[in-house]
């Protein structure tokens, strides 16, 4: 018993060992062939060139010795490159240029490092660079105090987020930030909220909150603009101009709830639950156009600013008739044979059938002409002809004989074996078109959703 065990757990680590084995000397030949290349690098004194692709033999293959030895020699001479433009920084007292050549240096020693290959950084750098950088953080802590006391905003933002990033907890940097950051989205707010470009104000409000909540009194100016730019629409009963019966309480079922799910924060749709006023706005709306006395009415009736109404004006709907074509194809059999050798097979023959292709189209169009009334003035502010479509088409085949061995026949008469996919989901396909309410209601639908993001589209010109 233990034997066969052993022969099977060997068999298992042989097979296992043949399988990795070409993926390994693929890695090993690579790195090999990466490493020759660096070294002519290294050669030809282009040391950096030379680090990078020693780097990445040795991701290919960390037991590679060369590869290992060329990264330490050209990577030290990349680092010590890197530390020599710091040093030349801090000599000629460019700050930001030290910072950023230590940072650059750092990385590129954690690159190394995680390679697998440490690379000498003298610890006199580093106690130098946090010198440096202090200094560095006050100046720019002083920059963007200066900036601020000439309210240059993104200058100073630029500096307290720097002095940020090398020291998170510098005096009080980051209240400084947010004020550089918030005091001219504020000011841009207040000037729109008192020039009545509420969403323009709504906007600058919202980008302070999102930095500090509390940053003057801007939660409270932001509520003032959603209040004051609340544009409120009512809708009106639809006329239908189509022949389809009660398509107009369709279309008005649907455009509430498209309404409904719009995000404008500026949208309000009047809730009409009063039936005499229903009635009243119904009868003022089918007197034809509003004058300025009586959209002001109407206005004050309803609570709104502006009137919805529409007309449908089509609904079409167009069903071809079944169309049906006698189509040749072949149907594939069997006949047993026997070989020379006296060994029965089967070879695969076709005969020609015949076989129907059924085809069949329904197409709804459906109109609607949307009109927004102002009730200030009584003008039209926008009048749009909506138009939407859906199409159904159905192609089907019917076969008597064994469909799952029906093939199609080419123009010359042969048989078409990669066309049998085709044949087979022609058999399984629908046979049924959508139904004819189902269609109307799905491009009904679709004008709504066009209708909501028409009236979306106003409201941008409505409430600036």
């Not at 590679?64 to 007292?93: E, I, Y």
């Not at 950084?121 to 802590?141: G, K, M, N």
């Not at 709104?304 to 071809?320: H, P, R």
């Amino acid at each position: 018993m233990y034997p066969a065990i052993v022969r099977q757990i060997s068999w298992r680590f042989i097979v296992a060992f043949a399988v990795s084995l070409p993926l390994f000397l693929v890695g090993c030949n690579g790195a090999k062939a990466l490493a020759k290349r660096a070294f002519k690098f290294e050669e030809a004194g282009q040391f950096e060139a030379a680090a990078n692709t020693y780097y990445t033999a040795v991701l290919k293959d960390r037991t590679n010795a060369d590869a290992t030895a060329g990264l330490q020699r050209t990577g030290q001479w990349v680092l010590d490159d890197k530390l020599q433009s710091f040093q030349v920084a801090v000599t000629t007292r460019n700050r930001a240029g030290a910072v950023s050549a230590y940072e650059s240096a750092d990385a590129y020693f954690e690159k190394i490092k995680s390679a697998g290959v440490a690379l000498n950084f003298p610890e006199s750098y580093r106690q130098q660079f946090s010198e440096v950088r202090d200094a560095h953080v006050s100046d720019l802590y002083n920059d963007g105090l200066q900036a601020m006391e000439q309210e240059r905003f993104d200058a100073a933002l630029s500096a307290f987020e720097e002095v940020l990033r090398l020291n998170p907890n510098y005096q009080d940097a980051s209240q400084l930030a947010d004020a550089a950051y918030c005091e001219p989205r504020y000011r841009k707010g207040s000037a729109a909220l008192d020039s009545e470009r509420f969403r323009t104000a709504l906007s600058a409000f919202d980008e302070v909150m999102g930095r500090d909540k509390g940053y003057k009194e801007v939660a409270q100016l932001r509520s003032e603009a959603l209040k004051n730019g609340m544009y409120t629409i009512a809708m009106i009963g639809f006329v239908n101009g189509s022949s389809r019966p009660n398509l107009e309480n369709k279309f008005r079922s649907y455009v509430q709830q498209e309404l409904a799910k719009s995000t404008d924060p500026f949208l309000k749709i009047v809730d009409r639950e009063n039936q005499d006023l229903i009635l009243q706005e119904q009868q003022m709306a089918l007197s034809g156009v509003l004058d300025e006395s009586s959209a002001v009415e109407v206005g004050g009736l309803l609570g709104a600013k502006a009137l919805l109404k529409g007309t449908v004006v089509a609904c079409e709907v167009a069903t071809s008739e079944l169309t049906r074509r006698r189509k040749q194809g072949f149907e594939s059999y069997q006949v047993e044979r026997v070989n020379s050798e006296g060994k029965k097979y089967f070879e695969t023959l076709y005969r020609g059938v015949e076989y129907m292709e059924f085809e069949q189209s329904r197409d709804v169009e459906v109109q609607f002409n949307l009109v927004l009334i102002s009730l200030k003035t009584g003008e039209t502010l926008a009048s749009e002809i909506i138009t939407a479509r859906e199409n159904d088409l159905v192609r089907y085949i019917k076969y008597s004989g064994n469909a799952r061995n029906l093939y199609p026949s080419s123009m010359s008469g042969n048989v078409v074996r990669g066309g049998r996919g085709e044949i087979q989901a022609l058999l399984g396909a629908r046979q049924a078109l959508t139904q004819e309410s189902s269609m109307v209601n799905d491009a009904v639908s679709d004008a709504a959703t066009a209708i909501r993001k028409e009236v979306e589209q106003q409201m941008q010109t409505l409430v600036p």
